[in-house]
């Protein structure tokens, strides 16, 4: 797998912030309409942020 850079990288669901390799970095994958969808976070806080507003 290539590494990544930020230009490339996909951003932050909630903040816009590239998400760059890191170890804060979370994913989560969900299914709509029968196709898998990547939702990416920069920090546990985003994610947070996030499931509240689901």
């Known amino acids: 797998?290539?590494?990544s850079t930020d230009e490339d990288s996909p951003e932050c669901r909630v903040c816009?912030?590239?998400?760059?390799q890191s170890t804060d970095q979370r994913v989560v994958?969900?299914?709509e309409d029968?196709?898998?969808?990547?939702?990416?976070?920069?920090?546990?806080?985003c994610l947070e942020t996030w499931e509240a507003d689901a």
């Open 1 to 3: 797998m290539a590494d």
């Open 16 to 20: 816009g912030t590239p998400v760059a």
């Open 29 to 31: 994958t969900t299914v």
């Open 34 to 45: 029968g196709t898998a969808v990547y939702h990416y976070f920069c920090s546990d806080d």
